[in-house]
């Protein structure tokens, strides 16, 4: 290199005074509009007209500047950044969920500071395969409007510091006059909030824990505690068993620990063309759940007959007498054929006695020790349904001078009348609620807890199994976790964190010993999310005497109900009512009944349509007649729903819904039925005799699925479409194609004129087993946190305009008293040969080369022509403005759509709209909207892979439906690449696509479905609402 | 130059009284004077055409979630008035080219009020499209412009683009053809004008319009030209309408029948809906001699003809639906007769294809009162066959999942109400200051079709019936 310099002219070569001057300016003449502002006119170069000009333009400027309004956005930087945070990357912090019931271990996902999404954490021992809809919905309650902002007393809001004075004093009064404090609350998993809360008895010894779940698992636990000594679920293990017999528990949906369940059961029931086995699986069940309709053989019978199943089986089994119901023998048969320690009963009843017996079947089954083990028992469920009763006596005769209640709101979910009458009796009542609900309302004080994402915290779901909770952002209010404010009150050091690490350093670490040293332990936990050590014994003594006994209690319980029987179940989507506030949860369909934002009474399709109840059979209007449903003397009127598979006399009608105090009137839908729970014995009972009248009235349902009266022969291809696909395991043994057996003639005919594009590079696609998905909706709670898809309330929903990317289509085969149910998740197929796309006029929607199907919101000027054209039905249109996306403000709530949800649900408000993904265009009024396969995760994942310089591995690139999906039925991923999973599933067997006759070529395929029976059933989709 | 015209056959112009001047008279009156009736029916129309607006303001304003369209439904009521509109103006064209070129002398009469009826169905046609847009403001996206978004193109494959093309070149034209025929006219009102604003403002519209032989060979000239030039455009826009369902995959919509169908469809509602008005023009301008019974007829006979293309294609396309053994394809059809918009289909039915077979008989059709409700009735099915196709198809698809109804709401309602509004509105403007009878067309054919020009040939050639009496005439040929 030389240095020489190069000139450009003399100038420049002698630094000329004139040049430097000039070169160091950027314009080197004057700039004609400066001078007219800077010189006087008299002397300058500008003349009058300059001035002129320069009036004019400054004073329109400035007019234009003032008169329009300019939206203020606030936005603040970092001064000081934190150390982990990167905008626009995601961070990940292991975690642990336990709300309503619901456990989870999980993955919180932050983004610059804000939690938005829930995703299972891999490593977990109970729950490594998904998450339910509920953990990935709870982000919502988060950044819910109607959580408590500060301490109150009454109505009025209180500082902290006045809250622990005045509540302080109180306590101190009640213990000196040796008055009980009761503490009410839901199971607790936390070791560390356990040992609080032991602190504080030490501090007021007066002081007692009473433990109860609104849905009621008493009876399994007080069977265990006469069978084997111990009050405690023993650990189930699905993928062990070969045959599996649930008799009503709908342990795929909603019993004990389903996200488990699930990920275990499917894990045992995933074929392929190697692989040719699976177990089996028989569910005897009243009121259809997912469960039962994934079952290879289902027995719907009405709930007493559960009751006489479950002793058909004991005599069989057990007592070596006869079956009086033949299809429960041939199940009997079954399960002794299946070997020792090769089967697993499931019993849903929370009548001790049937538990009983489920616990003597599984043991003369020998499944104690394999399929059922005591080493790890559950802790999540450890109320007692005697503790609601002696809370509302002891508040009536004064014994209970103090009351808490934490985690629960039992003015809501108890069973037991005058609840919310005794609280007021106590000196001292106070909720831990950290948003508004009726038990909050009924008590004194609201000392509200943190949100679970904003605590530490610790769990124990399965003995011997710790999982730590770790705050993953600062607390958004002024509320204060409740174990220190109850070891505030104790006067003791109130510092949960501290006190978390301390209870782990003393209890935890030392019963393992792969992490030397206590930080080097707790910093790895917190990483991991998990610890497993050295959980119980395996078995324990079993101790049959009760046995027989409960057999003739049984029979008796079950003689005892009358004709119509009514049973209440636990929604998977609200759960107990704990859910029933998050609009999340409420829009996600019923998998079963396909219906939202309310609860019905189930009954038999035949029953209603005998009985007059069919009164909107095209759905029009989605309209369903109200009938009167009487228990015990008290009733509730609800709209009465014909489901395919509810046996006649039997109605089932879920709980969790009816909640009065929530924050939204668009929220408190259906009725609360919890007042007519019956007794036994000690026990809630979920069964009871019941009357059902039809009143005159009438109620709009929001469901999302209907299916029209053509029940004329075949005409029209209705029931012969091949939209889903199914075999059975004896078929499938034969020939891997079965069930299948039309696709190679319909590849054969899949030929073209034009050019095909060549795809190197990616490839995404989708394979969906139909066999492993039980149709939860995980997934689509999953893709609407992910996608922000809007949330549009029930009115819309009525007008069927539910936004979801992703839904689960639901078909029937078989009969309508008894029917096969296939569970179908519906997205965009991503078709390659795409009819939206050449419809577009504007090309708004249109092909990646990597084979997605793309939208362009801001090209998007909504002809809906691509809806339209889409013989998918995927695509969904803004209707209105739901999510406050464009300049147009609220002005949909004066329209004549009265409940559009956005509003009321607080999706304008700038705290809930926190819960947003920053990588997802929110959609603006008037466009088209659809599944993108999450191309956000797509390109991060890619981008990953781009920095570290190496290819795009298998399973990296995910989308936000296949990580919720507890059973693996998803499986995503570049069909390119050779080795990937998702090229085996496409190239497998049972592979078919939806609808491909008609050349879309989608890039969403689905996998037949194979139950393992004996019988084949005719293929054909029914229609159920017509029988007449 | 009059070409000798049978006396046998009907005259066009009816009245012995007639000359040059009378028909001047004639047709200029409407122009020339005042009418409550006019001003409450102005009133009327106007106060609904505002409805329109405000209709439309509170869909723009709101969002297209005002309509009672759905996730499956993403069309209903606004692309059947699209349609609907869009066949009514058909006839217009078709009456100007078609029968202009095959040399029909009875379109004189009827052809500047059907001109007129088309440019302002297209108008109302055209508002659907563009209001049935998500983002209305965004709607220039549709039209190929260079643009600094890359540039971004318009999608040339989507048949709704083809529409943009095929319905401007059509309104254009329509426009054009419409106007010219009008200058010679207003050069007459011209003429006759007291008022020198009137007189100035007639002398403008017509562009100074002289009336000298050169004029009238280049008028003439030009009026052949854009009748060649309109010719194919009244096959080709309800053709490529029809495409905006014939090209997509939705069963009940993909079908190749489509182009002729809805070409034959679109002229026998434009022909009804030309009824419609002229029956009541005739009646209020007092034209009676210049729209006769015989020219109700002939367009009775177009209808009649139409109304059973439009009848033989319904059932071909149940016959294909059969024949072709696809399933999706014959349920869509068995889901249109006897799903649950079977109500829909059989007003479609009897409207389309029964009723017009009333026709056949001459006293039928020669029958203004019958005219007139048959009229009403043909309009009412081809609303409904719009419907029909698009929403019965879309309702019930591939997907059982997904079905779904379609249930309008009050803002479905003001729109479509309003758009008729708009177009008796501007039917009602054109009538009180345009000649609704082309009057230099009528004065062509005055001398070879007029019963006045007849009846003095055959006093001429000495006819022993003394004058022409078309009826007796008629009944003395048949006897």
Known sequence: MSDKTYWKGIEEKEQLEGFRSVAQKEFVDELPVLSSITEPISTGKSNRRDFLKMLGFSVTAAAVAASCEMPVRKSIPYIWRPEEIVPGIANYYASAFYQGGDFGAVLVKTREGRPIKIEANKQSSVTKTGTSARAQASVLSLYDGARFRNPKRAKENITWEQADNEIGIKLKTIAASGGKIALFSNTIISPSTLSVISDFKSAYPTTEHIVYDAVSYSGILDANEKTFGKRGIPSYNFAKAKVIVGVGADFLGTWISPTEFAGDYASNRKVNSEKREMSRHIQIEAVPTITGFKADTRIAVKPSEELNALIDLYSVIVAGGSAKNAKVGKVAEELKAAGAGNSLVAVGSNDTNAQVLANAINQALGNYGTTLTWDRPYNLKQGSDKALTTLVEGLNAGTYKAVFFLDTNPVYSSPVAGLAEAIKKAELSVSFANRVDETAVAAQYVCPDNHWLESWNDAEPKAGIFNTTQPTISKLFDTRPVQETLLKWAGKPADYYEYIQKYWEANIYGKQSKYVGFWAFWDNIVHDGEVVVAGNAATLSFNGAAASTAASELAATAAGLGALQVKFYESIAVGDGFWSDNPYLQELPDPVSKITWDNYIMVSPVWYAKNGYNIDPDFKEKRYAVGKLTVNGKSVELPVVGVPGTPEGTLAVAVGYGREVVAHSELSVGKNVYGLLGKSGDNFTNVATATLTKTDKTALVAITQTHFNITLQDLGGIKTRKLVKETTLNEYKKNDTAGNEDRAAIMEEMVTLYYEHKRPGHRWTMAIDLNSCDGCGACVVACNIENNVPIVGKDQVIRAREMHWLRIDRYYTGTVENPDVVFQPMLCQHCDNAPCENVCPVAATNHSNEGLNQMAYNRCIGTRYCANNCPYKVRRFNWYDYQQADAFDKQYGTSNDQNVASETLGLHEPLTRMVLNPDVTVRSRGVMEKCSFCVQRLQSAKLEAKKENRVLGDGEATTACQTACATGAIIFGDRNDKNSEVLKAFEDKRTFGVIEEIHTMPNVVYLTQVRNREETKQYEIIDYYHES | ?479
């Not at chain 2, 759905?70 to 006839?91: E, L, P, Q, R, S």
């Open chain 2, 1 to 479: 130059m009059h070409a000798y015209e049978s006396e046998f056959r009907e005259p066009l112009i009816n009245g012995l009284d007639k000359t040059y001047t009378k028909i001047t008279d004639d047709l200029v009156a409407p122009t020339e004077r005042n009418s409550t009736m006019w001003w409450i029916m102005v009133l009327l129309t106007g106060a609904g055409s505002l409805f329109f607006v405000f209709c439309l303001a509170w869909t723009v304003w709101f969002g297209i979630g005002t309509w009672g369209l759905n996730k499956t439904i993403g069309w209903a009521w606004d692309i059947t008035n699209f349609v609907w509109w869009i066949g009514i103006g058909h006839a217009g064209t078709l009456i100007s080219a078609i029968l202009l070129l095959f040399r029909q002398r009875y379109r004189t009469g009827i052809n500047r009020a059907a001109e007129a009826m088309t440019i302002f169905a297209v108008i109302c046609a055209g508002m659907f499209p563009i209001f049935h847009m998500g983002r209305v403001w965004d709607a220039p996206f549709i039209f190929p412009i260079p643009n600094t978004r890359g540039p971004l193109w318009v999608n040339f494959n989507s048949p709704l683009l083809w529409d943009v093309f095929a319905i401007s070149t059509y309104f254009s034209v329509s426009l054009l053809f419409w106007y010219s025929g009008l200058m010679p006219d207003f050069a007459t009102i011209r003429d006759r004008s007291k008022g020198k604003l009137r007189k100035k403002l007639y002398n403008i519209a017509s562009f100074g319009w002289q009336g000298s032989a050169k004029q009238w060979q280049r008028f003439e000239s030009l009026s052949l030209i854009l009748a060649g030039l309109s010719t194919p455009l009244v096959l080709s826009v309800h053709t490529i309408v029809s495409f905006d369902f014939a090209t997509s995959v939705i069963p009940g919509w993909h079908t190749t029948i489509f182009p002729p169908y809805f070409v034959a469809g679109a002229i026998f509602s434009g022909f009804a809906m030309v009824e419609t008005l002229m029956l009541i023009v005739r009646k209020l301008f007092n034209l009676e001699d210049y729209i006769t019974v015989n020219h109700i007829e002939s367009m009775n006979k177009i209808i009649v003809l139409t109304g059973s293309i439009v009848g033989i294609a319904y059932l071909t396309e149940l016959f294909i639906a059969w024949y072709s053994g696809a399933l999706y394809e014959q349920f869509a059809f068995y889901n249109r007769i006897l799903g649950k918009y079977l109500w829909a289909y059989f007003i479609m039915m009897f409207c389309n294809v029964v009723s017009p077979q009333f026709y056949w008989f001459k006293s039928m059709r020669r029958n203004l009162w019958v005219t007139f409700i048959l009229s009403i009735f043909v309009n009412i099915g081809m609303w409904f066959e719009r419907f029909v196709i698009i929403v019965t198809s879309l309702a019930d698809d591939y997907l059982v999942s997904s079905w779904a109804y379609f249930s309008p709401t009050w803002v479905d309602l003001g729109i479509y109400l309003g758009s008729i509004s708009v177009f008796l509105f501007l039917f009602l403007l054109f009538s009180r200051f345009f000649p609704v009878i082309a009057i230099a067309e009528v004065k062509a054919i005055f001398r070879t079709s007029s019963e006045a020009a007849k009846a003095e040939r055959a006093k001429a050639e000495g006819a022993t019936h003394g004058g022409f009496v078309l009826r007796g005439a008629m009944d003395k040929y048949s006897k």
